[in-house]
């Protein structure tokens, strides 16, 4: 069975700080890996999107990496703002299918 | 911009209650998905629709049904609410291509008592 797996399940930073979120996955084959994020109250908007060939994409203040081999994707979130505060959700593509994390919900304090 | 659209955007049910939910999108888009999102599962797909009057089940179709009578409309029907489907319900859309290329709406939160 396809899985994503994603860790922590929440987290608490104070504002100007860093964080790193951590998506695993069994997802076969892959196609592709995308972040979103989900503000409260909202639907999910797409953050960054990896394929096999990418290790490093960057969006602004986030970042995420991506391991085929070891199936690990990270999003890293660089001097974290208010506005940080929402879930972060990966979604793994095979040919078919999406597969999609429970998310890692971030706050962000001041 | 894409702009996906949900009719409401609280909803409380009694237990039996039929439900509609509604989904409108501006983008001529073919695909339409129906989605629930429950604390600690991911996204579980309920139904897709390719074209008008098509549909396909998802991954937890039962307990629901759909209807798309327009392109730009894509409809989810609880016919008997139950409270285990109290739920946040996210309508998305894509071109039939790019199925994987998905816009969300904000979603729904019913409540189902």
């Known amino acids: 069975k396809n899985q994503v797996e994603q860790s922590p399940q929440s987290l608490i930073i104070l504002e100007g700080k860093n964080c790193t979120l951590q998506?695993?996955?069994?997802?076969?084959?892959?196609?592709?890996l995308r972040w979103y994020k989900q503000d409260t109250g909202r639907g999910p908007v797409s953050l960054t999107i990896?394929?096999?060939?990418?290790n490093t994409k960057s969006n602004g203040r986030y970042t995420a990496t991506l391991d085929a081999d070891t199936k690990q994707s990270s999003l890293h979130i660089t001097a974290s703002q208010l506005s940080d505060s929402a879930s972060y959700i990966c979604?793994?593509?095979?040919?078919?299918?999406?597969?999609f994390g429970a998310g890692t919900t971030v706050t962000v304090r001041a | 911009d894409v702009k996906v659209t949900q009719s409401s955007r609280y909803l409380v049910k009694r237990t039996g209650e039929k439900v509609f939910l509604e989904c409108v999108q501006d983008m001529d888009h073919e695909n339409m998905f129906w989605y629930r999102q429950d604390p600690g599962l991911g996204l579980r797909l309920i139904y897709f629709?390719?074209?008008?009057?098509?549909?396909e089940k998802g991954d937890i179709p039962e307990g629901y049904s759909v209807s798309r009578e327009k392109k730009e409309r894509f409809s989810l029907i609880l016919e008997s609410a139950s409270t285990n489907q109290t739920s946040m319900y996210l309508c998305?859309?894509?071109?039939?291509?790019?199925?994987?290329?998905?816009?969300f709406g904000p979603g729904t939160r019913l409540t189902v008592t």
């Open positions: 990896m394929t096999f060939s990418e």
């Open positions: 979604v793994v593509r095979n040919d078919y299918k999406l597969s």
């Open positions: 629709s390719y074209d008008v009057k098509m549909k």
């Open positions: 998305a859309s894509s071109l039939l291509t790019a199925w994987y290329e998905q816009y």
């Open positions: 998506c695993n996955y069994t997802v076969s084959p892959f196609s592709n």
